[in-house]
């Protein structure tokens, strides 16, 4: 099977990798469709990524494959598959306050080899914690590749108190940010003032301006 790694920083280099064993409790998914994150551009182009480092944590996929021990997941089931998984304890500090990112458990596992392969390890730590979900069949696998960009805005709307008839500023509007004019639309807001550069992104936030009055506000630069 294929799989994109990173290498020297600036080159996606593409490996030939041995399908891997399974273990009793490890699940294979095909992938079908994978989510570029700007931390994974952020490997490639940036100054901080690591050779080390994997592409693609926004992967949705066919179960091709299934350990022993595995009942409650089967071979063609259509899933989207987290990379990282928090422990969800109530003895965990990280967890207890909702800070389940910066939980120490979360970055211990991962998608093996990496979520942007051919075909990918869901491995025993994601799968009995919550590191699975099902998807429907009216959901496309483009669709799924959105949810984890899309859960990590709606954990940030979690962070604050907000109710029907507010307003909101959103700094840039590229794919994060025209999430969250959605999720204003979603809550009632007031307005919506979208700020960036680029008009393009303003003018694409516009098409979400679905009530009857002006809920959607352009501003080219902050003066």
């Not at 480092?53 to 089931?77: C, F, K, W």
């Not at 998807?135 to 590749?145: G, V």
């Not at 979603?186 to 700020?195: G, Q, R, S, T």
Request: glycine residues 8%.
């Amino acid at each position: 099977m294929k799989a994109a790694i990173v290498r020297d920083n600036s080159i996606i280099e593409i490996k030939n990798l041995e399908k891997p064993t399974l273990g009793p409790r490890e699940i294979l998914v095909k992938m079908q469709a994978c989510g570029i994150c700007g931390s994974d551009v952020e490997k490639v182009f940036g100054k901080y990524g690591q050779s080390s480092m994997r592409l693609g944590h926004e992967p949705a996929g066919v179960i091709t494959q299934v350990g022993s021990e595995i009942s409650d997941y089967n071979i063609g089931d259509r899933v989207f598959t987290h990379h990282h998984v928090a422990c969800y304890s109530a003895n965990c500090h990280e967890c207890s306050h909702d800070n389940e990112t910066m939980c120490e458990k979360y970055y211990k596992s991962n998608l093996e080899p990496c979520g942007l392969a051919d075909e990918y390890v869901v491995p025993k730590w994601n799968i009995d914690n919550g590191g699975i979900l099902k998807l429907p069949d009216s959901m496309s696998f483009d669709e799924a590749a959105m949810i984890e960009p899309l859960a990590c805005c709606i954990r940030s709307w979690n962070k604050f108190k907000h109710q029907k008839g507010d307003s909101v500023a959103v700094l840039g509007v590229g794919p994060t940010g025209i999430m969250h004019v959605m999720l204003a639309v979603y809550y009632e807001f007031k307005k919506v003032f979208c700020l960036d550069l680029n008009d393009f992104r303003l003018a694409y936030a516009k098409k979400f301006d679905m009530l009857q009055y002006d809920l959607i506000v352009l501003v080219h630069q902050i003066l």
